[in-house]
């Protein structure tokens, strides 16, 4: 079965510091890889999607940049994280054969800029 | 942008009601989905219904979709006091692609013993 691991948990980081949270699917080949972002209480945001390794598409101009190094690994990074980067991060995948768009998540990362 | 919105914010009601959610939409879809988030959790997809499509249940869900109406609702009968999370709708637009799901803020059920 397909499980997606999404890394670290829960992290405090000042403002200015850089940002990495990674995500890893097994058990599906070519995945389409994404990362959403949820405010408090709202709905999530498309930050980025990918298709391929090295294939990134991006949604929303920020601060922040991902990278798919791997075929099953997606990445978030910041060089220097703002206030406002603060949120509830999600990291999902679907599978490319059936073409519906169904997604599946991890568990969350939730990031706090102070 | 929000493409669904749903309705109510919050609803809350007691063991062994019915809950229904509904959900607006503003552009053609291909599918619209239905996910549910336990707090602090990662959502977990409940039930999608295509666009060709008017009813579709999976065990105490029902889902119904009117496109002429661009609206969408979820039924939960019976309910537990295990249902208690957020549910979300999701639409796969048909300019969009599958890989642009756009999610609607959400409403948050509570449901008491």
């Known amino acids: 079965s397909q499980t997606i691991h999404q890394w670290p948990a829960t992290l405090v980081q000042p403002v200015g510091s850089p940002l990495s949270l990674e995500c890893t699917v097994e058990g599906t080949s070519n995945p389409n890889l994404y990362w959403y972002r949820q405010a408090a209480g709202r709905g999530l945001q498309l930050l980025f999607y990918s298709v391929g390794i090295g294939q990134i598409s991006s949604e929303v101009p920020q601060n922040l940049s991902a990278s798919r190094p791997q075929d099953r690994q997606f990445i978030l990074s910041s060089k220097k994280l703002l206030l406002s980067d603060s949120g509830f991060y999600l990291c999902?995948?679907?599978?490319?054969?059936?073409?519906?768009?169904?997604?599946?998540f991890g568990e969350g990362s939730r990031l706090t800029v102070l | 942008s929000q493409q669904g919105e749903e309705d109510p914010q919050a609803l809350s009601i007691q063991e062994g009601e019915n809950a229904t959610m509904n959900c607006s939409y503003k552009t053609s879809i291909n599918n619209l989905q239905w996910y549910r988030q336990n707090s602090g959790r990662g959502l977990v997809h409940l039930i999608l219904i295509r666009s060709n499509e008017r009813e579709k249940h999976s065990g105490r869900l029902r889902v119904t979709l009117d496109t002429s109406k661009k609206s969408s609702s979820l039924l939960i009968t019976a309910s537990r006091a295990a249902d208690t999370a957020s549910y979300f709708c999701?639409?796969?637009?048909?300019?969009?692609?599958?890989?642009?799901?756009?999610f609607g803020a959400g409403t948050r059920l509570a449901v008491h013993p």
């Open positions: 999902a995948w679907s599978a490319r054969a059936t073409g519906t768009g169904e997604l599946f």
């Open positions: 999701a639409t796969a637009p048909i300019s969009g692609g599958y890989n642009k799901l756009i």
